[in-house]
């Protein structure tokens, strides 16, 4: 049984991974971090979390990223085996809004939390949730670990910084310090301000009556999504690799955000240009055209590979949806 720590264990991949290690026979400790509601949806809503709380094999800690002083004591606590650090303000637009919240949560939270790790549990592995927004417009199609980094918002600045510390505190102090860089992932528990759930979730509530129009951005840009259990699967392995690394994990496919659009209303049976407006408040001052990740090095060394495709996913999100409007299934 290994002690496992989680930051950003209230989001949709913290969700996920706690579940998964609970499964595993893990023992789960989360980082938590002060709000004025206790309402915790993606852990609340999930009958076998709520049951581990009871049983004491998921404890909640609080902590906050900007508080070096509460990351110690938790580690001191807890003395984890591994940390997996999802925590941090990740959304694109919103870093444009909160540069310096989003520097401060995402990059030197990772600063924090690495030597909270290095004075307190030097011996545990750290596992970064890196993105593949660090390539920006990328150089080369499809990405690769080694494709050059080219930050265009300060949300993918900050997680060049965070990527950056984990391989320096890998060689200079020898941490077990890890890095997935991660392509989109999506999936019902997904924050309903991320395009994917927000067009599930419209499709859902305009085939039920609740909604007329949809207001997005841009159709126009092509991400590499994949679904979100698959990359959480991707992200024990490289936490549990023989020697710390970094691994791109992708589906390896391409689709615009039109495309998300047409196949979530087809799940409907509805035509997405009779409901889809474009909007100028969701348009960014800069947006990367087009990813694609080529995830063969955690194929060939890990033997990840993503089960979930496209069409798929974007069936089990609307699916979702229609569920919880009806009042079944889990609502994130
Ligand atoms: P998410 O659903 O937005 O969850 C983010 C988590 O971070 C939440 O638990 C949130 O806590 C916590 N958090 C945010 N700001 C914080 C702060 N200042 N201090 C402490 N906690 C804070 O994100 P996700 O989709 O699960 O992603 C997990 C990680 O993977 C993130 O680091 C993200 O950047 C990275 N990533 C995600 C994707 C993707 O497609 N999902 C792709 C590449 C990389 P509250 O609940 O209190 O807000
Ligand atoms: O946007 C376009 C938007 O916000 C996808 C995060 O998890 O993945 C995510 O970042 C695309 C962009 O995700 C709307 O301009 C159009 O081109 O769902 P998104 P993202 O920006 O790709 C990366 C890998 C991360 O690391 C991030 O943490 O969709 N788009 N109209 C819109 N996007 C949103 N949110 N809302 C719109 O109305």
């Known amino acids: 049984m290994a002690r496992?720590?989680?930051?950003g264990i209230t989001g949709q991949d913290g969700s996920y991974l706690t579940e998964s290690h609970l499964e595993s026979g893990d023992e789960v400790h989360g980082i938590v971090r002060q709000s004025s509601l206790l309402q915790r949806t993606r852990l609340d809503a999930i009958p076998a979390l709520l049951e581990a709380r009871e049983a004491g094999r998921l404890t909640l800690h609080y902590a906050d990223l900007s508080d070096t002083s509460s990351l110690v004591a938790v580690m001191r606590n807890v003395q984890p085996d591994v940390v997996y650090h999802l925590a941090g303000q990740s959304h694109v637009k919103i870093s444009f809004d909160l540069p310096e919240y989003t520097a401060d949560s995402t990059g030197?939270?990772?600063l924090r939390l690495l030597e909270a790790l290095r004075s307190v549990?030097?011996?545990a592995r750290f596992f970064l949730a890196a993105t593949s927004e660090i390539f920006g417009e990328a150089a080369e199609s499809p990405q690769t670990e080694t494709t050059p980094m080219n930050p265009i918002n300060p949300?993918?600045?900050?997680?060049?910084y965070a990527?950056?510390?984990?391989?320096?505190?890998r060689q200079a102090y020898g941490l077990f310090a890890?890095?997935?860089?991660?392509?989109?992932h999506e999936s019902p528990r997904r924050g309903e301000n991320y395009v994917t759930r927000k067009i599930a979730r419209a499709a859902a509530r305009i085939a039920r009556?609740?909604?007329?129009?949809?207001?997005?951005?841009?159709l126009a840009p092509k991400r590499d999504w994949s679904y979100a259990p698959d990359v959480v699967d991707g992200i024990r392995r490289i936490a549990a690799a023989p020697k710390p690394d970094d691994f791109i994990l992708a589906s390896g496919a391409t689709h615009s955000v039109g495309d998300f659009c047409r196949a979530a209303f087809a799940v409907v049976g509805l035509d997405p240009d009779k409901h889809v407006r474009l909007d100028p408040r969701y348009v960014r001052p800069i947006d990367i055209t087009e990813t694609r990740g080529d995830a063969s090095k955690a194929r060939r060394e890990l033997g990840w590979a993503p089960k979930t495709g496209f069409d798929a996913l974007v069936r089990l999100m609307?699916?979702?949806?229609i569920a919880a409007l009806d009042g079944r299934g889990e609502a994130a």
């Open 121 to 123: 549990a030097p011996d």
């Open 4 to 7: 496992i720590l989680v930051t």
């Open 108 to 110: 030197l939270g990772t």
């Open 155 to 160: 949300y993918a600045a900050a997680k060049v």
């Open 209 to 218: 009556g609740k909604q007329t129009e949809l207001h997005l951005g841009t």
């Open 318 to 321: 609307v699916d979702a949806e």
């Open 163 to 169: 990527l950056n510390l984990v391989r320096i505190y």
């Open 178 to 184: 890890c890095a997935g860089i991660l392509f989109n």
